[in-house]
């Protein structure tokens, strides 16, 4: 029998991370094209710079697969039943 409370986490887990991730990117790249319309100035600039290098950023950060971590799975030792049987 085996434990796998130390099993690293799923793919599908890590894609989903992944997935939130590029959301979240590209959610602060829409804010930027917002910003474009509304501000002057280096504020401006720096919203034109955010929305047009944050999705190079996303697709980098949403292809990062983290690493899989090899974990220990460890022998577990079932208990003992010491009831007392009835009919012996």
Known sequence: MHS???A???STDDQDQ???RYLTM?????????LVFVT???LRWAAVA???LI?????IVANAVRPRQAGSIQAVTP?????????R
């Open 4 to 6: 796998v409370t130390s």
């Open 8 to 10: 690293a986490s799923s």
């Open 18 to 20: 992944r997935v939130k």
């Open 26 to 34: 590209m959610g602060i790249r829409v804010l930027c094209f917002g």
């Open 40 to 42: 002057t100035g280096w």
């Open 50 to 52: 955010g929305a047009v």
């Open 55 to 59: 999705p190079y950023f996303a697709v």
């Open 79 to 87: 208990p003992i039943d010491r009831t007392p049987r009835l009919g």
